[in-house]
């Protein structure tokens, strides 16, 4: 009889401690994704900021993009901050230093469980230009303290951790709109790489 009722008790014990187990496991929120970003970059930039034919040049500098996310997993609040420097732009010699304050959207897209995460923006604000090719060859170029810029493309972010994830590529075709005597506008391809720090 004493053994009997042991294994009653036994059995109780169990089942409450499974069921104590299982309602603090439903209990437990789940760990919530990171919905804040940062993004530390390289960025080498393809120009052509002479007026006419291409002209082009390469310039190298690096970026800070943060990225909110206001649809998790979906849709983000981006601001982009990038300077990039050539000492001298084609054949012309002269320096040019282009920075760009943008902001705009992101999609996110949809990958499952995947650590790579690629991602879709247009971003549009201001550029600056400063350096002896606005000084010097383009004094014209009146509106170099602050023109329109616009930044579209995408990019492909490896995720390592909750908290870190590497930027493998963010491509986007750049324009901006500083006078220049013949189209006052100029075409740039960006290409960025870094780290990405989540909150």
Known sequence: MLSRNSNFFALLLTIAVFSSACAVAHAAPAEKPARAELAVDYTYLHSNAPPGGCGCFNMNGGSATFAWQFVPERFALVGDITADYSGGTAASGYALTLSTYTAGARYLIPVGQSPLRPF????????????????GQTPAASNASAAFAANVGGGLDLGLSRH?????????????????????????????AGVVFRF
């Open 120 to 135: 879709g923006q247009v971003l549009v604000g201001v550029a600056h230009a400063s350096g002896s090719l606005v000084q």
């Open 164 to 192: 870190f994830a590497v930027r493998l590529i963010d491509a986007s075709y750049l324009v901006t709109t500083f006078d220049n005597g013949v189209n006052d506008h100029q075409n740039n391809l960006r290409l960025s």
